[in-house]
């Protein structure tokens, strides 16, 4: 009789978001003896950091990125990334009241502009500190602590907040009941979803890969039903389903991250003041560029 295999299951704190889709599929990982055991957090990455601090999280590479940044500089064993599962950036859209004074993205440019995040170090937190500097507001923002994606809807509703920042297609539904009005779109400067742990895992990155090429190879003829009637992922409707799958690119090599991007990452958690510069700077004069402490062994940074 043909021996088996014994399976390791590996616990893996995730937010769900349609970008994880294949994660959740786990296709192929059966081949490298390894399963799943997704622990979905829909409140985002700092709190699957939280609630699974041991395991391995999938999710918003900028927090990630903080939390091993601040680790490091700290002397504290600490995960690292073990790859990266998307080369696109994420689409942000600026979401406001439908009967907002805002007409476009300058026109925040004022003072007292209270713009609503899920928490501080957040996607939502730095994106607006990345479209502040980018666009030359001469105003900071205000921002409002609202935890998550029904809080910053709520925010809106009631004023506590001006406008806020979320993943397009994910608001989408939210813009055709007209709930809210979409300002405008800004895209962040680095593919937005990777993977951390504290050790290297064999077989978790050739695995990943494995059920990144199943997917896309199979999207439309195996995968799109399951998208669209998944509990777990809440899709507008098929053709926005298809709009986001053609705008967005998997990676090819989950082990191959773009140093330049970590590094565009710890500038603007530096210039957001997540990052102490000082600390940062005694870190680097000691160690070298952080980027290079940022990922385990098995990575290849380009």
Known sequence: MPSTIEKRLVRLG??????????????????????LDIVSVPQGTGEAIEITPDAPIAGNRPRLVARICKHLIDGKETSRLLGSYTQSPLKWSLAVKPQSRYQQIRDLDAQGTRIGISRYGSGSHIMAIVMNTNYGFKHPFEFVVLDNFQGLRDGIETEKCDAFMWEV??????????????????????PSFS???????PGLQEG????????????????????????VFHYPNKQD???????????LN????????????VDSLKQSGILNQDQLKDYELKHGPIEAHLVHPSVILE
Not at 254 to 265: E, S, Y
């Open 14 to 35: 995730c937010v769900p978001e349609h970008f994880s889709t294949p994660l959740y599929l786990q296709k192929h990982m059966d081949k490298h003896a390894l399963g």
């Open 169 to 190: 297609v994910t608001t989408k539904p939210w813009y055709d009941n007209q709930t809210l009005r979409m300002l405008d779109i800004v895209s962040c400067p680095w």
């Open 195 to 201: 993977i951390a742990s504290q050790t290297e895992i």
């Open 208 to 231: 990943i890969d494995a059920s990144i090429q199943d997917f896309v190879k199979g999207f439309e003829t195996q995968y799109l039903d399951y998208v669209l009637q998944s509990q």
């Open 241 to 251: 389903v298809m709009n986001w799958f053609r705008d967005n690119k998997f990676t």
């Open 254 to 265: 989950v082990k191959k991250i773009q140093r330049k991007d970590l590094r565009t990452i």
